[in-house]
């Protein structure tokens, strides 16, 4: 009986991951498109991508390695971009934190904005459901995900080794991190982040190595926060 609950619990995941494959595969192809013309090849684009697995960071990563900045710094750049994940991750150790070690740390390297989003929403939906169903249903949640994001940029790289250089398309890299970002813009905070950031980004440009960006982005992150707890403190006012 316990197996089949757990069965049904992974194609319940399953079922509410799928529609985000609608979302991750023409952003899946236009990163392994954008790697190929930044100078990677198709091996690399795939390394790329299974090694990091996280889809805003891989852009900002590419858009960095376009630039010329040192290894160092996209590192580190990547690193703050996916600063979000170690969120993710305090928020499902209450539920996922008892299972073993293999598991969490397979979890953890799954763990992307909509596998998070399936599975916390399900925890609070059911808090009596037990580890090994927490766990299996975090991993129905993304597998319909994983599969198609590696195809869709094997599909994308072998396209971009296919598009000649006269199309100059290193244009269109900004362009599509813009559009990843605009949703995000959901509260007030997340505006006030982005602006400030944007602001510093500007007031830094000057600055070797693209270091200005990690600067743009800390200032973004503290201003974020602040205005965050301002506008909590005048709800509670209310």
């Known amino acids: ?3 089949s609950t757990s069965k049904s619990y992974y194609w319940q995941g399953f079922r509410d991951g799928t529609p985000f ?3 991750a595969v023409p952003f899946g ?6 790697a190929t013309e930044a100078g990677l090849s198709i091996l690399q684009t795939m390394v790329f991508t299974a090694a990091v697995f996280a889809g805003a960071a891989q852009f900002a990563s590419l858009q960095l390695l376009q630039d010329g900045t040192p290894t160092a710094i996209i590192l580190v750049s990547a690193l703050a971009v996916n600063l979000r994940m170690a ?3 305090a928020s499902l150790t209450p539920y996922l934190g008892a299972a073993p070690l293999w598991q969490r740390a397979f979890a953890a390297y799954l763990t992307v904005d909509q596998s998070y989003a399936c599975s916390i929403v399900q925890f609070e939906k059911e808090p009596d459901m037990s580890v090994p169903q927490r ?12 599969p198609m994001w590696v195809l869709a940029t094997f599909i994308g790289a072998y396209l971009g080794t296919q598009i000649p250089d006269s199309w100059a398309l290193d244009f269109a890299l900004p362009i599509t991190f813009l ?8 509260t007030p905070a997340h505006v006030v982040a982005a602006l400030v950031a944007i602001v510093v980004s500007l007031l830094c440009v000057a600055i070797p190595y693209n270091l200005g960006l990690l600067i743009a982005g800390c ?10 707890v301002m506008l909590e403190r005048r709800k509670v006012a209310l």
């Open 29 to 34: 192809t236009l990163f392994g498109v954008f």
């Open 87 to 89: 969120m993710y991750s």
């Open 1 to 3: 009986m316990a197996t």
């Open 21 to 23: 494959i609608f979302v």
């Open 135 to 146: 766990m299996t249903y975090f991993m129905g949640s993304v597998s319909p995900l994983v």
């Open 179 to 186: 559009a990843m970002i605009g949703p995000m813009m959901r």
């Open 219 to 228: 200032a973004g992150m503290m201003a974020g926060a602040q205005a965050e």
